[in-house]
């Protein structure tokens, strides 16, 4: 009888443990890899996603936030970015030209980074060890063809140190972070960079993403797209208009339209230098959106044009695109484009990254790198961030005790 009591307490207390963690109530969810985009629930259990539904009695979770009225998104990725900060290395994307990480990721609803560049081979274990292992942000990296990776003057000019095999010794080595191969600024003629870095690429079966400079007559954009690049290979700073993207006419480059149709993934990497209004609206009027939305953020974009992840995004409402279309290539796109579909959604049983954001109405001002202005009435702004299921960052303390 004794043991039969027992048993039963047990059976009580365990009975009366919440079934979930944290449970998001009343917002409208945009999922695109499960095709929903409406008012839905999100528990949370152990750092995953344990159940999306119409509704979910709260009395189940141990914490409950009221979300209504905002957008409950999985964690924002952003495959554009400079975060080799810390090196003390002036004028280099190996050092002062980064930021880290953590101070720009959360409270733009972003989880996942993925450094362009920053190390080669010869730099990416300190990479490794001074930003990746150090940050609560996920980084993951685009190794570079040059060994010494984005130093900048010589480093980058230098033909003999971007060697195919050595860099995909690296990506294999480091498979669970090496997303794929870099290869920009490279100012000369040949082709050399961009043959060497699909040669790693293929080496390591990754994609490669490919920052092309200005262009140049012996190495036209269409040869780039159309003959050099496989299919899930990334063009990046697709809206600079450097490299005949456009003509004066403001027609868009046909080999643009048929290098899609080969698979060749097209990126918006911002920037400070690399997204023009007049290039970017006549594409998107003419068909011509991105695959993936993404920042190029470094120190020369985070105070101009550019701003933050959510500011990029809210420039494609602006130009006509749908909330969950710029979702989509801020999501889900990205993180098939890296070859990481574990994440980038709300599946039960992912990885619980997610952001919570508010679309703000009025009149708002979105500059491009050249100082111009176009208005929107749409602009996107964080609520809350979570990473592994715990609240990262939180602009009003939704949910928090208040104080009395």
Not at 4 to 14: D, E, F, P, R, S
Not at 147 to 163: C, I, P, T, V, Y
Request: with cysteine; net charge neutral.
């Amino acid at each position: 009888m004794a043991l039969a009591m027992i048993l039963l307490a047990l059976a009580g207390v365990a009975w009366a443990q919440p079934a979930y963690d944290l449970l998001l109530r009343g917002g409208h969810v945009i999922d695109p890899r499960n095709k929903i985009s409406g008012r839905r629930d999100v528990a949370i259990r152990n750092g995953r996603i344990a159940e999306v539904a119409a509704s979910i009695d709260p009395a189940r979770a141990a914490r409950v936030i009221d979300v209504s009225g905002l957008y409950v998104v999985p964690g924002i990725i952003d495959i554009h970015v400079h975060c080799y900060a810390g090196t003390g290395e002036r004028n280099s994307y190996a050092g002062d030209n980064s930021v880290y990480p953590d101070g720009f990721s959360f409270r733009a609803g972003v989880t996942t980074m993925v450094d362009a560049g920053g190390a080669g081979w010869r730099n990416f274990a300190d990479f490794k060890d001074r930003i990746i292992d150090r940050s609560r942000t996920r980084v993951l990296a685009f190794v570079n063809i040059v060994g010494h990776g984005m130093r900048g003057g010589k480093f980058e000019q230098n033909l003999a140190d971007m060697e195919a095999k050595p860099t995909a010794e690296a990506a294999l080595r480091y498979k669970d972070l090496i997303v794929g191969i870099k290869s920009a600024h490279y100012e000369g003629p040949e082709w050399t960079p961009i043959e060497n870095a699909v040669e790693a690429g293929s080496i390591a079966n990754v994609p490669v993403m490919i920052d092309f400079g200005r262009n140049r007559p012996e190495r036209p954009l269409h040869d780039l797209i159309l003959k050099k690049l496989r299919p899930g290979d990334i063009y990046t700073h697709v809206y600079s208009g450097l490299r005949n993207e456009i003509d004066d006419d403001r027609r868009a480059n046909p080999a643009l339209f048929e290098a899609r149709k080969r698979g060749v993934i097209f990126d918006v990497g911002h920037g400070g230098g690399s997204f023009l209004w007049r290039v970017a609206v006549p594409l998107m009027q003419q068909g011509f959106p991105p695959d993936s939305i993404s920042t190029d953020l470094h120190i020369g974009s985070m105070n101009g044009g550019m701003k933050d992840m959510l500011n990029v995004m809210s420039k494609f409402l602006a130009m006509g695109m749908s909330l969950d279309d710029v979702i989509a290539r801020s999501t889900w796109n990205p993180a098939r484009l890296i070859r990481r579909e574990e994440l980038g959604h709300l599946s039960v049983g992912a990885v619980a990254d997610v952001a919570v954001l508010r679309l703000l109405k009025g009149d708002f001002g979105f500059l491009d790198i050249g100082g111009t202005r176009l208005r929107g009435s749409q602009k996107l702004e964080c609520e809350m961030t979570l990473r592994d299921g715990k609240i990262v960052y939180s602009l009003n303390g939704l949910g928090a005790p208040e104080f009395r």
